[in-house]
């Protein structure tokens, strides 16, 4: 790539449910999707309510939301809300996945919260180029990554579309009638090349912001933590819940885990830029050593000037699931100040990432027997 294409990519930015590209401006986003900035305020709020604060939060990957604040006064006044997120499985879980879902299980942990767990395969069948035969596949393993990032067995429910349809399709169809072509065009970016299954899927995705309603036989406050890429749906699903009588669901919105590479997110259709649960040791080492880092091109350079964490998914990886706070901060000081060098942060995040798979790998294997109590079967 040139200095001036990559200049122009860092520049542009686009993000969809499908596609995300360029370098993204997160305060631009918000501005653009219409939801609010988590002020300290919200925080103060949140940490009143559970006596800590998450990570997450504190360290920004979680950075917008739309009525996160109604759900903590929901909470206080004793009305419990369900949580919902999901997974279109279109290839293997890589760790930007499980952003929001470690938060999403850190949610359940301290609200006690019932959740949802929505697998698109319908939507990932009509996306990509997928057979049906290879999206089963993704199912069935991604089932295994939800299990084993140790959401509550008895609490969680996981639903997936073309298996549990008939639990979908009447509130799908009430939905649908409230949508016009124009609004879908619109809030997705239809256009005449669009297949119809697409055009028609958006429904089924909001169909979990009121199914706990319907479960629990009154309205039921629902909140959705997930990247914000998914944003445009729930833009849809808010415009038409009161009019069917629900609460319009809230949500709570992560940055995006950067590529490997120099711009982007981590993406499953681009696997050398991701670490997927299931590499093996050397996969994930050999990934990380041929990683993208915001140094300087030689180490006496380095040492004389400095490095760029802010533009370093190295250090990104190593801040999001490894490094405390005060680590990170530690961390960013010593790059900054030269003190640091590429080689020794891709060490750390080695060494860390090995035994993070290793770990999860064995929570992996012990899902498969777990599989039928995590289903819904209603
Ligand atoms: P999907 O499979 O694209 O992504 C699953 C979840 O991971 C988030 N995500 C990321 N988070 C951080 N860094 C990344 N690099 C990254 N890439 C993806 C997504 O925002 C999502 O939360 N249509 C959905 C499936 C779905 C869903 C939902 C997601 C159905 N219902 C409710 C969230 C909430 C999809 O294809 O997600």
């Known amino acids: 790539m040139s200095n001036k294409d990559r200049i122009d990519q860092e520049i542009k930015f686009e993000v969809t449910p ?6 993204v401006d997160y305060d631009k986003l ?3 999707f219409g939801t609010t900035k988590i002020t300290l305020e919200l925080i103060s709020k949140m940490k009143k309510l559970l006596g800590n604060i998450h990570p997450m939060i504190s360290m920004e990957f979680f950075f917008s939301h739309r009525d ?3 759900i903590l006064d929901k909470f206080e006044n004793k009305e419990k809300f369900y949580l919902y997120t999901g997974r279109g499985p279109s290839g293997m879980v890589h760790l930007g996945h499980l952003m929001p879902w470690l938060f999403t299980k850190y949610l359940q942990d301290e609200f006690d919260s019932n959740l949802l ?3 698109t395969d319908d939507e990932k069948f009509l996306y990509g180029k997928n ?3 290879e ?3 993704y199912v069935s393993e991604n089932i ?3 299990i084993a990032t140790g959401f509550n067995s008895k609490r969680t429910k996981i639903i997936v579309d073309t298996k549990h349809i008939s639990s979908l399709y009447p509130t799908a169809l009430e939905i649908s009638k409230r949508i016009t072509f124009s609004t879908a065009r619109a809030v997705f970016g239809f256009n005449g090349s669009t297949n119809i299954g697409m055009i028609g899927f958006p429904p089924i995705q909001a169909v979990p912001c009121f199914l706990p309603s319907i479960i629990e036989g009154q309205n039921t406050p629902v909140l959705i933590p997930a990247a914000i890429d998914q944003d445009p749906y729930w833009r849809m699903t808010r415009d038409v819940a009161e009019k069917m009588g629900y609460y319009k669901p809230a949500q709570i919105h992560s940055k995006f885990l950067p590529s490997l590479e120099q711009v982007g997110k981590m993406s499953s259709s681009k696997p050398e830029t991701a670490i997927f649960t299931t590499d093996t040791q050397e996969e994930a080492s050999r990934k990380v050593s041929q ?4 140094g300087q091109p030689t180490t006496s350079l380095q040492r004389m000037l400095g490095g760029n964490p802010d533009r370093c998914p190295v250090f990104s990886y190593l801040k999001y699931l490894y490094d405390s706070p005060k680590e990170s901060m530690e961390r960013q000081l010593e790059c900054r100040g030269g003190n640091l060098l590429c080689g020794e942060c891709k060490h750390d995040l080695t060494k860390s990432t090995t035994t993070f798979l290793s770990e999860f790998q064995r929570k992996r294997e012990k899902a498969i027997d777990m599989v039928p109590k995590f289903m819904y079967n209603q």
């Open 68 to 70: 996160f604040d109604w």
């Open 291 to 294: 990683a993208f880092t915001g």
């Open 144 to 146: 295994l990554d939800i």
């Open 117 to 119: 767990f929505q697998l």
């Open 131 to 133: 057979s049906r035969k």
């Open 135 to 137: 999206i089963e596949k």
């Open 30 to 32: 918000i501005e653009k």
């Open 18 to 23: 499908w596609n995300v590209e360029g370098s």
